[in-house]
């Protein structure tokens, strides 16, 4: 069983910056597509970036796009989200999530798709 442990989460003014972090358990780190959902109230979780088993590709949507970064060590265990320029609609629970794939494969975007996930960390941003 994989667990996954976030942090790095908090209250920032609008235009601030926060990185998260996300640590697994277990030695198959590196055969995971990461990924970073958030969940407003009253909202879906969505899908706002990911990267492969290398963090060689990411991907990201339309809301977040220039403004977070995705990284991954896999010697730490450990994925990231940079987020920098950060407005008032960032607000939400963010939670990290990752899945066993193979070389090659379309990295997962929704939830559904993936297997483990981490406890969520609130990030509140204010105007």
């Known amino acids: 069983q994989v667990q996954l442990v976030e942090s790095g989460g908090g209250l920032v003014q609008s235009g601030g910056s926060l990185r998260l972090s996300c640590t697994a358990s277990?030695?198959?780190?590196?055969?995971?597509?990461m990924g970073w959902f958030r969940q407003a109230p009253g909202k879906e979780r969505e899908c706002i970036a990911t990267?492969?088993?290398?963090?060689?590709?990411?991907y990201y949507a339309d809301s977040v796009k220039g403004r977070f970064t995705a990284s991954r060590d896999n010697a730490k265990n450990t994925v990231y989200l940079q987020m920098n320029s950060l407005k008032p609609e960032d607000t939400a629970v963010y939670y990290c999530?990752?899945?066993?794939?193979?070389?090659?494969?379309?990295?997962?975007?929704?939830?559904?798709?993936?297997?483990?996930w981490g406890q969520g960390t609130q990030v509140t941003v204010s105007s």
């Open positions: 990267i492969t088993r290398t963090g060689l590709a990411t």
């Open positions: 277990g030695r198959t780190f590196s055969t995971y597509a």
């Open positions: 999530a990752g899945r066993y794939i193979g070389l090659g494969v379309r990295i997962p975007i929704t939830a559904s798709e993936y297997t483990y």
